[in-house]
T-cell receptor
Framework: EPEVTQTPSHQVTQMGQEVILRCVPI?????FYWYRQILGQKVEFLVSFYNNEISEKSEIFDDQFSVERPDGSNFTLKIRSTKLEDSAMYFC?????????FGPGTRLTVL | DQQVKQNSPSLSVQEGRISILNCDYTNSMFDYFLWYKKYPAEGPTFLISISSIKDKNEDGRFTVFLNKSAKHLSLHIVPSQPGDSAVYFCAASEVGRAQKLVFGQGTRLTINP
């Protein structure tokens, strides 16, 4: 069964450093998303991406964040200068229609 | 901003009995609702969904009920099994294809043998 994959599973970085989180969505899906979950809180929407551009972004997704689909399979989230409060689980998701399928997540720890 | 609320942080059910998880929403623009199951250190796993034009959708042991007038939905699991122990999230999206999901806080379900 096709699935969304994410790498790395765990990323530790120093405050102010850049990180890139990688995702491979399900191959025939056209819509891609990033969500995050801070420990003990709900899953929050960050950004959606369709047809090689951002279709919607949340207030969290400020100028420090960017997304890219550099080739036909990968979908990346970049955080330019990480802050302590960026520590969270980051989930990638993809869909054809309405049921979004999530990857296993990347745990980002900012020290 | 709590457009989707799951008021029970936890629920404990005996194996073989029915588990009922509840979810309320406030945004009348929501027209598609989903339930996800999540184990620790894993991503949410899609379980079942329902469109606002229906009031019930069933898939094996899982049934979702939607009451639009009350802005309430519920997930029934019957019979409950130990492997069902996980955190369950209710999510909703607005009208339109592939809209973002708004999640509830989750309910931790524990199935006791």
């Amino acid at each position: 069964e096709p699935e969304v994959t994410q790498t790395p599973s765990h990323q530790v970085t120093q405050m102010g450093q850049e990180v890139i989180l990688r995702c491979v969505p399900i191959s025939n899906h056209l819509y891609f998303y990033w969500y995050r979950q801070i420990l003990g809180q709900k899953v929050e929407f960050l950004v959606s991406f369709y047809n090689n551009e951002i279709s919607e972004k949340s207030e969290i997704f400020d100028d420090q964040f960017s997304v890219e689909r550099p080739d036909g399979s990968n979908f990346t989230l970049k955080i330019r200068s990480t802050k302590l409060e960026d520590s969270a689980m980051y989930f990638c998701a993809s869909t054809e229609r309405n049921e979004q399928f999530f990857g296993p997540g990347t745990r980002l720890t900012v020290l | 901003d709590q457009q989707v609320k799951q008021n029970s942080p936890s629920l404990s059910v005996q194996e073989g009995r029915i588990s009922i998880l509840n979810c309320d929403y406030t945004n009348s623009m929501f027209d598609y609702f989903l339930w996800y199951k999540k184990y620790p250190a894993e991503g949410p796993t899609f379980l079942i969904s329902i469109s606002s034009i229906k009031d019930k959708n069933e898939d094996g042991r899982f049934t979702v009920f939607l009451n639009k007038s009350a802005k309430h939905l519920s997930l029934h699991i019957v019979p409950s099994q130990p492997g069902d122990s996980a955190v369950y999230f209710c999510a909703a999206s607005e009208v339109g294809r592939a809209q973002k999901l708004v999640f509830g806080q989750g309910t931790r379900l524990t199935i006791n043998p």
